[in-house]
């Protein structure tokens, strides 16, 4: 029978890492920025990246430091993998250049014109489309989470959600009217 390799202690462990961080504690912030992180997240990346090491301290096999840094690297770097994935799935929405003051009558209008006219767009989707869109967008919902709820494939889901933020991207090009 193989060896097993003896794992680290967590309160060794988590001294070790308590020890590393205090001599460099922007280390994880810097490896974040440098595996393409945006500097304004990369605080972010670093603190969930610190959060994760520090609870599987345990899974470490060996307490060296050059093992240790090697495995904090590896966090970092499925961190801003994690980041990347989610930000392509949930792009930020851009608001343009023309977007109605808020703070002047017309402005409120405006909003309002718009804000009604996106309401209509939805419920002028049929309810086969307009349920996993919501699902989706309001209660954030996985495809898997929208069609177990329906009882329908997740094929169906998907497809189902495209085709409703399609007709609302046309909705939305053409005035916010429904069609």
């Given amino acids: ?18 020890t590393m961080l205090a001599d460099e ?4 912030r810097r490896r974040s920025i440098s595996l393409g992180v945006p500097v304004d997240d990369a605080d972010d990346a670093a603190q969930t990246a610190l959060l994760r090491a520090w609870r599987s301290i345990e899974h470490l096999e060996v307490p060296e430091p050059g093992r240790l840094c090697s495995w904090l690297d590896a966090i970092a770097r499925n961190v801003a993998i994690d980041l990347a994935r989610h930000r392509a799935r949930h792009p930020e929405a851009v608001l343009d250049d023309a977007t109605p003051d808020p703070g002047s009558v017309a402005g409120v209008v405006e909003i309002r014109v718009l804000l009604d006219g996106a309401l209509s767009a939805l419920r002028a989707l049929p309810e086969s489309l307009r349920a996993p869109l919501l699902l989706t967008v309001v209660d954030g919902l996985s495809t898997t989470e929208v069609a177990d709820r329906l009882g329908i494939e997740p094929a169906a889901a998907r497809q189902r959600i495209s085709r409703a ?5 046309a909705c939305r090009k053409s005035g916010m009217e429904a069609d």
Avoid: F, I, W, Y
């Fill in 165 to 169: 933020r399609k007709a609302m991207s």
């Fill in 25 to 28: 504690p922007q280390r994880l």
């Fill in 1 to 18: 029978m193989g060896e097993r390799t003896p794992h680290v202690d967590g309160n060794q462990g988590r001294t070790l890492l308590s």
